[in-house]
């Protein structure tokens, strides 16, 4: 099993900066893959980021590339997702997840990839 706890959310101002912090413990050897994703209101939850593990690829999703940075710290356990430039369309529930793939097959951003999740953190941009 893994935990996942998120920390970080707050209300912003559009323009604005956060950093999202995502720990990890319990039997980190089932997981190769960290990503982030988030859920709107009404929406579908989305992939917006992914880090492997070893070897540190990153993959992000379109709406966010440019502006989201993802990164870890391996020592720590720990993944972060900087977020500059927010929108107010960034608003919604962020989620971590960490699960165990093979790089090449396009699941980094999938909900499928991931087999555990935090609770979610609240990111709220206002206008």
């Known amino acids: 099993q893994v935990q996942l706890v998120e920390s970080g959310g707050g209300s912003v101002q559009a323009g604005g900066s956060l950093r999202l912090s995502c720990a990890a413990s319990?039997?980190?050897?089932?997981?190769?893959?960290m990503g982030w994703f988030r859920q709107a209101p009404g929406k579908e939850r989305e992939g917006i980021a992914a880090?492997?593990?070893?070897?540190?690829?990153?993959y992000y999703a379109d709406s966010v590339k440019g502006r989201f940075t993802i990164s870890q710290d391996n020592a720590k356990n720990t993944v972060y997702l900087q977020m500059n430039s927010l929108k107010p369309e960034d608003t919604a529930m962020y989620y971590c997840a960490a699960g165990f793939q093979s790089e090449g097959r396009a699941m980094e951003l999938k909900r499928l990839a991931y087999a555990y999740w935090g609770q979610g953190t609240q990111v709220t941009v206002s206008s």
């Open positions: 319990g039997y980190t050897y089932s997981r190769n893959l």
């Open positions: 880090i492997y593990i070893s070897g540190g690829s990153t």
